[in-house]
């Protein structure tokens, strides 16, 4: 595939590996793992995702009155970190989720 990272590039960036955030206390690997991406073809399908939902979620006003960019960096920071919680509590290989946030917007 075109731009294929390779797993050990990963891993040092910061790949969700379930071992290293319970035994070693690797926490930034909850958030990390979700701005990491295998090649160009995962980017750009998550950007169009996240432009698709993206722009449905500022249509919906919420009761805190902030600005759109914060509004959706907490969405995505927040669905993604719990995607990763969430997936950690029923699978343990090591992976990158950087579609949890596009899925958090949905």
């Known amino acids: 595939e075109f ?5 050990s590039v ?7 590996y379930p071992y290293f955030i319970v035994k070693k206390y690797h926490y930034y690997r909850l958030i990390v793992s979700t701005l990491l991406f295998r090649n160009l073809y995962h980017f ?3 950007v169009i995702g996240i432009i698709m939902f993206g722009s ?6 919420i ?3 902030v600005r759109w960019f914060q509004k959706n960096i907490f969405i ?3 669905s993604g ?10 699978y343990q290989s090591a992976s990158i989720e950087s579609t949890t946030p596009v899925f958090g917007l949905i």
């Open 81 to 90: 970190v719990g995607g990763e919680l969430i997936r950690n509590a029923f």
């Open 10 to 16: 990963l891993f040092e960036l910061g790949e969700n």
């Open 63 to 65: 009761f805190i009155k």
């Open 56 to 61: 449905y979620t500022n249509s919906i006003n």
């Open 76 to 78: 995505v920071v927040f």
């Open 3 to 7: 731009l294929n990272i390779s797993q």
């Open 44 to 46: 750009l399908t998550v």
